[in-house]
């Protein structure tokens, strides 16, 4: 099956007169499959939204392809544009219009009819809000009516670019229901987000980028899983002797203070069996690894959201 | 994972309904914005009356005029045209209307009638010259329906004379137009290019099946509309105010059109080089005020200095003012401004390609 994206070898430089020239892209590619929910992860500045914008055709790459459901998406196609829906970072809207005339409007030039705009805005949970002003919106309904608007051509291809930045935690939910249910609909897409939750719980495949590169690429689970990092499991201190505690951790690591006692397991079955024998599962938290860690070993440094 | 994307049939519309859709929602959002609307068609309409009120009503004052010596052309005068009183010598009567005790002084010597008029008070002086003239025209056809047709007949020397003699609202019409014209087409154009590098709005359209010229296209025709609405709602109260619109007034439009195509372009290079709104308004007043001063946009340009006169053929509004002149209030046929209608043209094609050289697009 063709694939929805195939980037090669993509190069971007911006030249500043103060900042000097910086590499926003740096030799990304990678291949997004028709019908995946596929993220770019990484931390502002990362190069993320440059990326984004190349494939999108926004901008030219100084070098490297892009193949967009097999076309070049420069120079600019109606027939290319009209299968591919745009969330950009900033809400773009006309001044002083409603949110159904704005979504009427986007409509009109996707060459769909008012039912389906109509039908959008109930979708995004819009409909009460039809006749209000775009700007008095707030930041979670502007971002509904965003995406709103990049649906209503009924794409086969969505973009977003950070969706839910800025949001807070409920109608960054909200925003995730929706984005599953778009993918759902079978149409690919391509999310950007500085949040390791955010791309955990919705991605098919993550890219990792940082400065301009991507690190990695994989599944959430396969790219924790190639970590091979141990389970923390942590417990209320005073339930354990200190003889039983290096009995339980056999060999592996532990560390205690006097609020709580941390094991690093390979065996977290084992170790979390004895210690309901044990009847010590008070203040019992287990992590395991996850994006953050996986970012902290492509890069070399702590995550920073 | 593959699910197969659903089937589409949708095709994108033709570029003239996206034109369309866009000229609706440009428009409709220009007439929300009550700024936008105050400034662009309300205040040159308010300009006009407060400075036709400043510098005179229609309803002239009667003219102060000195005789000086025997002036037997006057006798011809109706009662009211004119309040005459006697001077001493022409020397105290030019004193008199110099200091504004007097609007116009006037000697007759044989068949030669002298009209000295005020300069200070330009429109009573304008009108006391008018008046004067009209009544030697009349004398003139008097004595030869009454006398061989070779009689002597009465010749009118005005001094120091603008042979115009126009209305207050007859100058300032024009004049006001084409500066409401420049504003809005200069601060339309510098405060749109700043909103769009802001919102980023388009950025998304040009991500639609619609080019980004199909939006600027749509774009600049709402502007061309906006002045097409603002000529007509301007000519209405200058009206009001008793302007007589010539027959080749309609020739205003393509003036107006190719005014604001200039005045749009000089507004994108200054929308280019704000990076705020309040910059984009202040870069656009710095234009437009001396522009509009050097323009003869409020104040006959004859009375201006020399310099200013020299300095005004550097500025494009003078020539929309000029060819407005022309076409609304003198009823010159467009033949005549087609001087005026070539400097504009000029003017657009060489402010378009500054703009297009200059602007970043990567910034929008």
């Given at each position: 099956m063709e694939a929805a994206i195939e980037v090669t070898d993509l190069q971007k430089t911006y030249r500043g007169r103060k900042t000097g020239e910086v590499r926003a892209v740096d030799g990304v590619s990678f291949r997004v499959e028709a019908g995946e929910f596929f993220g770019i992860l990484g931390p502002n500045g990362a190069g993320k939204t440059t990326t984004l914008e190349i494939v999108e055709g926004l901008r030219r790459p100084d070098g490297g392809e892009v193949r967009l459901l097999g076309r070049s998406p420069w120079p600019h196609s109606p027939e290319l544009s009209q299968r591919i829906g745009v969330q950009l970072q900033?809400?773009?809207?006309?001044?002083?219009?409603?949110?159904?005339?704005?979504?009427?409007?986007?409509?009109?030039?996707?060459?769909?009819?008012?039912?389906?705009?109509?039908?959008?805005?109930?979708?995004?949970?819009?409909?009460?809000?039809?006749?209000?002003?775009?700007?008095?919106?707030?930041?979670?309904?502007?971002?509904?009516?965003?995406?709103?608007?990049?649906?209503?051509?009924?794409?086969?291809?969505?973009?977003?670019?950070?969706?839910?930045?800025?949001?807070?935690?409920?109608?960054?939910?909200?925003?995730?229901?929706?984005?599953?249910?778009?993918?759902?609909e079978g149409r690919t897409v391509v999310l950007t987000t500085h949040y390791m939750e955010e791309a955990e719980a919705l991605c098919d495949r993550v890219a990792i980028m940082d400065s301009g590169r991507i690190l990695a690429v994989g599944s959430p689970a396969e790219l924790i899983r190639g970590l091979d990092a141990p389970t923390r499991v942590t417990v209320a201190a005073g339930q354990l002797s200190e003889a039983r505690v290096k009995e339980l951790a056999r060999d592996e690591a532990v560390a205690a203070d006097e609020s709580s006692v941390v094991f690093e397991t390979r065996e977290p079955r084992r170790l979390l069996t004895a210690l309901a024998a044990d009847g010590a599962l008070e203040g019992l938290a287990v992590r395991t690894a996850n994006l953050e860690d996986v970012f902290l070993q492509v890069t070399g440094r702590e995550w920073r959201e | 994972m593959s699910v197969a994307a659903p089937e589409r049939t949708g095709a994108p519309p033709r570029r003239s309904r996206a034109y369309l859709s866009l000229i609706r929602a440009l428009g409709l959002s220009w007439l929300r914005d009550r700024s936008q609307v105050f400034f662009n068609l309300i205040l040159p309409g308010m300009f006009l009356v407060l400075l036709v009120s400043v510098y005179g009503s229609n309803a002239t004052p009667t003219p102060e005029v000195l005789e000086v010596g025997e002036v037997p052309v006057l006798e011809r005068a109706e009662p009211g045209d004119f309040e005459l009183s006697g001077a001493a010598d022409l020397d105290s009567a030019l004193e008199a209307v110099a200091d504004g005790d007097a609007d116009a002084a006037v000697v007759q010597d044989g068949e030669t009638v002298t009209v000295y008029y005020s300069q200070t008070d330009a429109t009573a002086g304008v009108v006391a010259l008018e008046r004067l003239s009209g009544l030697v025209d009349d004398v003139n056809v008097a004595v030869l329906t009454e006398a061989a047709p070779d009689a002597p007949v009465l010749e009118l020397v005005t001094d120091a004379a603008e042979d115009n003699?126009?209305?207050?609202?007859?100058?300032?019409?024009?004049?006001?137009?084409?500066?409401?014209?420049?504003?809005?087409?200069?601060?339309?154009?510098?405060?749109?290019?700043?909103?769009?590098?802001?919102?980023?709005?388009?950025?998304?359209?040009?991500?639609?099946?619609?080019?980004?010229?199909?939006?600027?296209?749509?774009?600049?025709?709402?502007?061309?509309?906006?002045?097409?609405?603002?000529?007509?709602?301007?000519l209405a109260v200058a009206v009001a105010m008793g302007l007589r619109l010539s027959a080749w007034t309609w020739f205003a439009v393509p003036l107006v059109l190719l005014g604001t195509a200039m005045f749009l372009a000089i507004g994108v290079v200054l929308g280019g080089i704000a990076k705020t709104g309040p910059g984009a308004a202040g870069l656009s007043n710095m234009v437009t005020m001396p522009m509009a001063f050097i323009s003869g946009a409020f104040f006959p340009l004859a009375a201006a200095p020399q310099w200013v006169q020299w300095l005004s053929a550097l500025s494009p509004m003078r020539y929309l003012n000029e060819g407005l002149q022309k076409v609304v209030v003198s009823g010159a046929s467009p033949a005549a401004v087609l001087p005026e209608v070539g400097i504009l043209a000029a003017f657009a094609a060489v402010l378009a390609l500054i703009a297009w050289k200059t602007f970043k697009f990567d910034e929008l």
């Open positions: 900033t809400s773009s809207f006309f001044e002083f219009l409603t949110a159904r005339e704005q979504i009427e409007t986007f409509a009109e030039l996707y060459g769909a009819g008012r039912r389906r705009a109509a039908e959008m805005l109930d979708q995004v949970g819009l409909g009460d809000k039809a006749a209000t002003r775009c700007q008095k919106l707030s930041g979670g309904q502007q971002q509904r009516l965003s995406l709103a608007c990049a649906l209503v051509g009924d794409p086969e291809l969505v973009f977003l670019d950070e969706p839910t930045a800025a949001l807070d935690p409920q109608a960054r939910r909200n925003l995730w229901d929706l984005m599953r249910g778009i993918n759902a | 003699s126009l209305q207050p609202v007859q100058y300032l019409a024009p004049g006001i137009l084409a500066w409401g014209i420049a504003i809005s087409g200069v601060f339309g154009a510098a405060g749109t290019i700043v909103d769009w590098k802001r919102d980023k709005l388009i950025r998304r359209l040009r991500l639609t099946p619609a080019s980004a010229g199909t939006f600027v296209g749509a774009r600049i025709t709402v502007s061309l509309l906006v002045a097409l609405l603002q000529t007509a709602l301007f």
